[in-house]
């Protein structure tokens, strides 16, 4: 007698979500920088000013050379964006505030860390959830210019090749200091010899650092032109270098912009378009803004 063969068992497909491949965690912090020498710069500047908070606006007027409101503008524009991708917010439906002691913060979103820097031709901005956050970014020939005994730690000088072969590390621990500084929200009040960094072993070259001032994980790299910026975490790893956003091909052109640069009331439109407001002589600015006067 022939052995009946058992049909075989039907098969069942598997559940949609088995089949469709898992979607990628949104990230956890984002770090931003725009070039102020890539084209549209200007342009996106003027664009961006009239999206900002009131309060926004008049501090950037205050500011009395045209590329340091220009640099303002696009920092804040870069936490804005920052901050809209990792919410899923459109950013011109967010704004930014400012404590007691200056920390900038996304208005509503107590949950988010938020840093901004800017010197020369780059803005940068970083923001975090669940996290505190600093960032930094410096020229450095203008670090280089400062005498080590100022900012840097006996052990730091010890460990540092002579001036004329490591201005780049020097201005790295500047950097990795303000970072550090913004992450706790001290700022420079903290006093940067109190913070001294010690590069991570193992780490190539001079990129990853951490510091007993803070808990947290820092890293630094070089930026072209002779610039270096820095980003501190106290949750999570920074990047090991900003993402650049190409100011021509952002959305903020879907925007109008103000008929001659929109100057605010009692203001002044100058020739990059960006309002001026008038301003005493307490709110005047030195020729060349020194290095210790960097803020948000």
Known sequence: ??????????????????????????????????????????????????????????????????????????????????????????????????????????????????????????????????????????????????????????AEISALPPVRQGGEPRAMLWALKEAATKLTGEGLRAGMKRVGFRWRSGTRGLSAARTPYTAGEFTVCRLPGGYVCAVGMSASTPPSAPLFLETERSDFFMYPEPENGGPEPDGTADPDGLATAPRSEQDAEEPDAHIWLSVN
Do not use: N
């Open 1 to 154: 007698m022939t052995a009946r063969a058992e049909p075989a068992p039907a098969r069942t497909l598997a559940p949609a979500s088995a089949l469709t491949p898992p979607r990628a965690p949104a990230p956890k912090s984002l770090v931003l920088a725009c070039d102020l020498q890539a084209p549209g710069s200007e342009a996106a500047a003027r664009a961006i000013l009239p999206r900002l908070s009131t309060g926004d606006q008049e501090r950037i007027a205050r500011l009395g050379r045209p590329a340091d409101r220009t640099r303002s503008v696009l920092a804040r524009w870069l936490a804005l964006q920052a901050a809209s991708q990792l919410l899923g917010t459109p950013w011109t439906a967010l704004g930014l505030g400012r404590r007691r002691l200056g920390t900038p913060y996304v208005v509503a979103q107590p949950h988010l860390s938020v840093s901004m820097a800017h010197s020369g031709r780059y803005a940068v901005a970083a923001v975090a959830l669940g996290g505190r956050v600093g960032v930094d970014v410096e020229e450095i020939s203008r670090v280089a210019a400062l005498p080590d005994s100022a900012f840097l730690t006996p």
